[in-house]
C-alpha cells in the first residue's frame, strides 16, 4: 500500500524546537519530490516547504530561516526541523508527495494523516 | 499569486449540483488542482491540470477552467460529497499556495 505516515509532533514551548519525520511505503522514495503542508485548527492549508530529488529546498517566508526540510531516501523518510519554535506554528502538519503529470504538471497526490504540533508554555 | 475561493460555505440539497469557483491574481494557464478534506482527514486529491480526475475520483467530480477562472462541479451530490474543497496553483511557484476553502454543506 502506499502511503506516508508522519511522526514527531507534540507540545513545546515557544521559542523551543521539535523535528517531524514522515516515513514512506509502498513507492520508490527516491523518485519524487515531497512537501510538508500545515493546517491550524479549523482554519485552511498553508504549504510550508519542500524538497526536491536532488536536496534542492523551499520555504514560505513564514518559515524560512526557522525549519529545515530534508530526506534520507536509504530509510524512505522526509524530516521537518522546527526551531524557534512560535504560537502561529501551532498546527497539523501533513507531509505529501509530489506526483509530476507529464503536460498537465503537478500536484499531491499522497497524502500522511498528520501530526499535531502545539507551541504553548 | 493570490488564489480565491467563492464561496466560503455553499448549501446544497443530495441530488443536486454544486459548483465551487476559484480565481487566480495572475494567469497560471491549467496548472492547478483540487482537494476535498473531510473532518479528522488529511486532503485528497480530486483534480489536476484543471481539469483531470485522478486515480478512483468518482465521474461526478469535474473541473474547468484555465488562465484565472477555474471551476469544480459536482454534479449530483451524493452524502459523502459533503466536505472543505481547496484549490491549489503550482504556476510560479514557490509557494504553492492554497485557496481559502469552500465548505460543502448539506442545505
Known amino acids: 500500500e502506499v502511503q506516508l505516515v508522519e511522526s514527531g509532533g507534540g507540545l513545546v514551548q515557544p521559542g523551543g524546537s521539535l523535528r517531524l519525520s514522515c516515513t514512506a511505503s509502498?513507492?520508490?522514495?527516491?523518485?519524487?519530490?515531497f512537501h510538508w503542508v500545515r493546517q491550524v485548527t479549523g482554519k485552511g492549508l498553508e504549504w510550508v516547504s519542500a524538497?526536491?530529488?536532488?536536496?534542492?529546498?523551499y520555504y514560505s517566508g513564514s518559515v524560512k530561516g526557522r525549519f529545515t526540510i530534508s530526506r534520507e531516501d536509504a530509510k524512505n523518510s522526509l524530516y521537518l526541523q522546527m526551531n524557534s519554535l512560535r504560537a502561529e506554528d501551532a498546527a497539523v502538519y501533513y507531509c505529501?508527495?509530489?506526483?509530476?503529470?507529464?503536460?498537465?504538471?503537478?500536484?499531491?497526490?499522497?497524502w500522511g494523516q498528520g501530526t499535531m504540533v502545539t507551541v504553548s508554555s | 499569486i493570490v488564489m480565491t475561493q467563492s464561496p466560503a460555505t455553499l448549501s446544497v440539497s443530495p441530488g443536486e449540483r454544486a459548483t465551487l469557483s476559484c480565481r487566480a491574481s495572475?494567469?497560471?494557464?491549467?496548472?492547478l488542482a483540487w482537494y476535498q478534506q473531510k473532518p479528522g482527514q488529511a486532503p485528497r486529491l480530486l483534480i489536476y491540470?484543471?481539469?483531470t480526475r485522478a486515480t478512483g475520483i468518482p465521474a461526478r467530480f469535474s473541473g474547468s477552467g484555465s488562465g484565472t477562472e477555474f471551476t469544480l462541479t459536482i454534479s449530483s451530490l451524493q452524502s459523502e460529497d459533503f466536505a472543505v474543497y481547496y484549490c491549489?496553483?503550482?504556476?510560479?511557484?514557490?509557494?504553492?499556495?492554497f485557496g481559502q476553502g469552500t465548505k460543502l454543506e448539506i442545505k
Open positions: 505529501a508527495r509530489e506526483r509530476i503529470f507529464a503536460t498537465l504538471g503537478e500536484a499531491f497526490d499522497i
Open positions: 509502498g513507492f520508490t522514495f527516491s523518485r519524487y519530490d
Open positions: 524538497i526536491g530529488t536532488v536536496g534542492d529546498t
Open positions: 495572475q494567469s497560471i494557464s491549467s496548472k
Open positions: 491540470g484543471a481539469s
Open positions: 491549489q496553483h503550482y504556476s510560479d511557484w514557490p509557494p504553492y499556495d
